[in-house]
């Protein structure tokens, strides 16, 4: 089992707070275009398909899988980075927590949990599931 890191916490901007206030209840929220009904990534209130203010933020389902990872060996504690893609169709750079992380590969099955950052502000993490 890996041991848990210090996260950094995160920037926040007018573009983000609702994504990060959604983090602290639990929620992972993803936006999509109103007009497209696509989801898409990294969490900001204009659509990338149309340049328009009309987006919604959809609770995500908190599945995914590995697209790609990378253990950090040199760090201490070591860490697993990766990109996740969850079942929403995006793919987003994450954390995965609570493995061993040799047991890690390309396409498993991960599920959503929150750790704290530095400044208490929670960021959703990946784990096997």
């Known amino acids: ?3 848990q ?3 950094p916490s995160p920037s926040m901007s007018v573009e983000n707070k609702d ?3 959604a983090a602290n209840e639990g929620k992972l929220m993803v936006p999509r275009c109103k007009d497209t009904g696509k989801f898409f990534w990294y969490p900001r209130n204009i659509s990338p398909y149309t340049l328009s203010k009309n ?3 959809v609770a995500a ?3 995914g899988t590995i697209y790609t990872y990378s253990i950090m060996r040199r760090a201490d504690p070591n860490y697993a980075i990766a990109y996740v893609t969850l079942e929403e169709g995006v793919t987003m750079m994450t954390n995965i927590v609570d493995c061993d992380f040799d047991s890690l ?3 498993q099955a991960v599920e959503l949990a929150f750790y704290e950052t530095e400044n208490g502000q929670k960021v959703p993490v990946f784990k096997p599931a």
Do not use: L
């Open 5 to 7: 890191r210090n996260i």
């Open 61 to 63: 389902s908190g599945k």
């Open 55 to 57: 987006v919604e933020w």
């Open 1 to 3: 089992m890996s041991q």
């Open 19 to 21: 994504f990060w206030g």
């Open 105 to 107: 590969e390309i396409g």
